[in-house]
């Protein structure tokens, strides 16, 4: 054949000799007119080197197999991309290929665009292939990258065109269609399939890929309803155990049959089946059997697939559920002739208007004109910036160490100047998502909630209708009871002597003792309490104080409310009070926002020692008073933080530790607290995707260059120079790092300076394990999270399962549970022991039951999870950032700053970042254009 027009190098994840579908259809007719290579993942080969393997199915469509020598590497891995470009060059120069497309099925085949040089870049999105089984982690970012590298974008049905249509100026939507001469006359003239001819009717059949799209209870459930029924399933079982298949005398599996084949099983069937799963894998799916089935003039029943409901809701039968669709097989059965012959002539003008050669047509006319735009624009060579590591890449203005919600910030607001740089093959930072057996699991729990008007704008853009937006159920499990959030508001139901501890200890703190102090008290919280929790420090203040009138009365003061010493009216007050002010949310200090609890005026919340608090355990003494203590913040404090709460200092807990407001903790006491109202009483989180969604919403707006699977090794301040693991080296202006500080100077190595190595030595984290655990029973809660104060191993469960329904499998309903550790508070025990402490004390505190089955577990590890603000924290943090500024490095987020940061908190810091990097150049700028002084020359004379 003559070459009249450019070759087409296609990237697929299918291979072509497995089911014969959309690829297949379209380059086989393409093929006509070009010659395409269709190449497909690599296959583990160790006894041989890399090498390919040709076949020609179809005339001039070649099929290239790479085999390769490289383990655990599955598709088109990481580790197999150098491998593949190495084959790749040798392809193209032995076929002497010469102009190209480049056509891609799948975007983690795009690292290889870069030993191409194609006249136009075409992306058929056929599937959401990111909501697959077992999808590869790296595919959502190397999709946005390909969204930017593309030409034209073809998609599959409609839902998933309008998923996809403001993602790329020039989509195009392509739906299934149909070879109907293929179905028609092979149904009409061809013979039966041998296998199934003796099976008596009704028959209904399926034919396609048997895998987690397929409703496997509702096959189970029709075959047991209708024994009479015999239920034919034609196709592969992919991706899912055949074990766990339903199985009855009446349900038949043939396995994988050729396209040839089909129309022989299609001619014995009397009603055609899509039984598929309601699931985010067939959220988006075109299923092209629907219209071959039409072809076969075979009537069908379908569950509520939006790409068969909306275009073919007249002529296919839809079950919204498994009864309802066992009731349209019914229906289908019993069909009267008149319903027939309408529905078989509704198929025949639906199947009038589209064919795959019309397709084909269609989608040929849209190549050549990007080919011709290109041409005349000279836009040729493209590059995929989705790199890997062994990636040559010289310099960048500002490099950004970590792709977690700072970084991915810092990178959106710096545009294409950023070079973003990750360790994992995907971004996120501590807030990726993990899948598991149909489970979405956060790493820790993560809700979304600011009072800043632009992290909104930014929600709206990351998510844009992809979030769910709820009201928030926090509460607290102690004593064997469950009391909502906060626990000083929310008393009701705790054990009488508890409720009257915790009342009588705030008061204590805001008004004194209400009984005469026993001398010598041994308990701590006496007169002269041997734990600094007496007199001294948070019980009565002054030792002449008495009770009068129901008010404390101090030596200097009346009427409820403390005077200082020299009778200003509690003035010293201020020093208690004033981390009470501000805008609190965050009783627990664990990083979830949550409500804003009621506080007291100043004046009107006297505190009786006039000394500031001089740890965060006088501090909870203090404020909340002993009862609280006792009961809930000491006890949750001590889990949460693992360190001895009296080294920590208390300038972070800024309004996080509310004051009791002791009419509110008496209302709270009498009667059960009422669900939280307000704006602070909702929460949002990613409707699909778990909180991952949030952090690829970034993905398509990043403009500049991101670097996955990229270690950092060394950091070079004085040579502005990044090194990575695989040696490779990245010069940069201007550097933003979101990697925790201690592993941020230990790569400057012997480049940081003695004081500033001491420094960082100070500094000191909490680390967390989550232990991440799939329940097989629906609606374990209605509750998001719930803290444990008292003996279990975790500190807080997550409720993932309610962040989001999709979160879920059907049947099933996820939790985690949160567990800090440090030198202080070493883990009990790890591995599989780990997550049966857990199961166990969920089944000790009432979360499920027993017998309920578990269907997925996994662990979660966080080694730097929460900064410690330790005394020394501060005076280290401000001497490391004053050098590190020195040599135009920006710390930006939560582990760099070694602030405490939610990741609202985190999308500011990395826009304040990127400013602060611009503020800097146009500070050099601005130096840069100043006039120089005059200097005289030696030896000449100042005149006057």
């Known amino acids: 054949m003559t070459r009249t027009s450019a070759a087409l190098i296609t990237f697929s994840h299918l291979r072509w000799n497995f089911v014969y ?60 991309i150098p491998t593949l470009e190495k084959l790749l060059r040798d392809f193209l120069e032995v076929d002497e290929i010469g102009e190209h497309v480049a056509w891609f099925y799948t975007p983690m085949a795009l690292p290889l665009l870069n030993q191409l040089n194609p006249l136009a870049v075409i992306y058929d999105c056929m599937d959401e292939l990111s909501a697959f089984l077992h999808a590869p982690r790296e595919l959502i970012e190397r999709e946005a990258r390909l969204f930017q590298l593309a030409d034209v974008v073809f998609t599959g049905g409609p839902s998933l065109y309008r998923a996809k249509k403001d993602k790329h100026p020039n989509v195009h939507c392509f739906p299934s269609s149909v070879d109907t001469e293929h179905f028609s006359r092979g149904v009409a003239d061809g013979p039966e399939a041998a296998d199934q001819a003796h099976l008596p009717h009704p028959r209904f059949g399926y034919y396609g890929v048997i895998d987690e799209r397929i409703d496997l209870g509702l096959l189970d459930a029709l075959a047991v309803a209708h024994p009479e029924w015999q239920i034919v399933m034609v196709g592969p079982v992919v991706k899912i155990d055949p074990a766990t298949l339903p199985r009855h005398p009446n349900l038949h599996y043939f396995g994988q049959k050729t396209y040839a084949e089909l129309p022989s099983y299609l001619k014995g069937w009397d009603v055609c089946l899509l039984p598929f799963a309601r699931n985010d894998s067939t959220k988006f799916i075109s299923p092209t059997k629907t219209l071959e089935y039409m072809a076969g003039c075979k009537l069908m029943v379908s569950t509520a697939i939006t790409d068969v409901v909306e275009p073919y809701g007249h002529f296919v039968y839809i079950g919204e559920d498994t009864v309802s669709f066992i ?4 229906q289908a059965i ?16 639906v199947l009038a208007q589209t064919s795959w050669d019309r397709t084909a047509s269609s989608i040929q006319q849209l190549i050549e004109q990007a080919v011709t735009r290109n041409r005349r624009a000279g836009a040729v060579r493209r590059t995929a910036t989705v790199r890997t590591a062994a990636d040559d890449l010289k310099s960048a203005p500002v490099a950004v160490i970590g792709a977690g919600p700072t970084g991915l910030s810092a990178a959106y607001h710096l545009g294409e100047r950023a070079l973003l740089i990750e360790k994992n093959s995907t971004v996120g930072g501590w807030c990726r998502s993990v899948e598991d057996r149909g489970f979405t699991f956060d790493f820790a729990g993560h809700i979304m909630f600011s009072a800043d008007p632009y992290v909104h704008q930014l929600y709206n853009m990351l998510l844009g209708d992809n979030v769910h937006w709820q009201d928030r159920e926090a509460w607290i499990y102690s004593k064997n009871v469950y009391t909502r959030y906060p626990f000083q508001g929310s008393l009701y139901g705790l054990p009488a002597d508890v409720v009257t501890e915790c009342i009588v200890g705030a008061i204590e703190a805001r008004f004194g003792a209400v009984k005469p102090a026993r001398p010598n008290s041994g308990n701590g919280h006496g007169t002269n309490g041997a734990n600094g929790h007496g007199t001294n420090g948070h019980g009565a203040g002054h030792a002449a104080a008495s009770v009068t009138n129901g008010h404390t009365v ?26 009470c002010e501000g805008d609190v949310k965050d009783c627990c200090g664990d990083g979830i926002l949550e409500s804003s609890a009621k506080l007291v005026k100043r004046e009107a919340a006297p505190i009786q020692s006039a000394e500031e608090p001089k740890n965060f355990e006088e501090f909870i003494y203090k404020v909340w008073g002993r009862g609280i203590a006792k009961h809930f913040a000491i006890p949750y404090n001590r889990k949460l933080w693992a360190v001895p709460l009296s080294e920590m200092e208390t300038s972070w807990l800024g309004g996080r530790v509310p004051m009791p407001d002791l009419e509110e903790m008496i209302e709270g006491a009498l009667k059960p607290s009422p669900k939280p109202m307000g704006p602070n009483a909702r929460f949002g989180y990613p409707l699909r995707g778990g909180f991952q969604a949030l952090m690829n919403g970034f993905l398509p707006h990043l403009k500049g ?28 202006s201007s550097l933003i790092s979101t990697m925790p500080l201690p592993q941020l100077i230990r790569a400057m190595g012997n480049e940081a300076p003695a004081e500033i190595v001491d420094a960082v030595a100070m500094l000191r984290h909490v680390s967390v394990r989550c232990v991440n655990i799939g329940v097989g029973r629906e609606n374990l809660t209605e509750k998001h999270w719930i803290y444990y104060p008292e003996d279990t191993v975790f500190h807080r469960i997550f409720v993932q399962g309610n962040a989001s329904p999709h979160c879920n499998p059907p049947g099933g309903f996820g939790l985690t549970c949160e567990i800090t550790y440090s030198e202080h508070k070493p883990l009990p025990c790890d591995g599989d022991a780990l997550i049966e402490r857990c199961i166990e004390d969920c089944h000790k505190v009432g979360f499920f039951k027993p017998e309920d089955p578990i269907w997925a577990t996994n662990q979660v590890d966080m080694p730097y999870a929460y900064v410690v603000y330790d005394h020394n924290r501060k005076e280290s943090v401000e001497l490391i950032r004053e050098w590190l500024a020195q040599h135009d ?33 146009q500070k050099q700028e601005a130096d840069r254009l100043l006039p120089k002084p005059l200097t005289m020359a030696a030896g000449a004379t100042k005149s006057n």
């Not at 009731?327 to 019914?330: F, I, L, Q, V």
């Open 705 to 732: 260059s991101t670097l996955l699977n990229a270690s950092v090794r060394a950091v070079s301040p004085s040579k502005h120079l990044v090194t990575l693991t695989d040696g490779s080296q990245y010069r940069y």
């Open 21 to 80: 579908q959309r690829p297949q259809h379209l380059l086989s007719r393409i093929a006509k007119q070009r010659p395409v290579y269709f190449i497909e993942e690599p296959e583990f080969d160790a006894s041989a080197p890399a090498h390919w393997v040709r076949s020609t199915p179809e005339p001039n469509v070649t099929v290239l197999r790479p085999r390769t020598p490289v383990p655990n590497a599955p598709g088109f891995h990481e580790a197999q």
């Open 554 to 579: 101090t030596a200097n003061g009346t009427n409820g409310h403390a005077v200082a010493a020299n009778g200003t009216n509690g003035v010293n007050a201020h020093a208690a009070a004033k981390v």
């Open 334 to 349: 019993a069909i009267s002739e008149d319903d027939r012959r309408r529905r078989m002539n509704e198929g025949e003008r």
């Open 327 to 330: 009731e349209c097989c019914e």
């Open 889 to 921: 490095i920006i710390l930006a987020g939560r582990y760099s700053e070694w602030e405490y940061y939610n990741s609202d908190h985190a999308f500011i810091a990395g826009k304040k970042a990127a400013d602060a990097v611009r503020a800097a150049e």
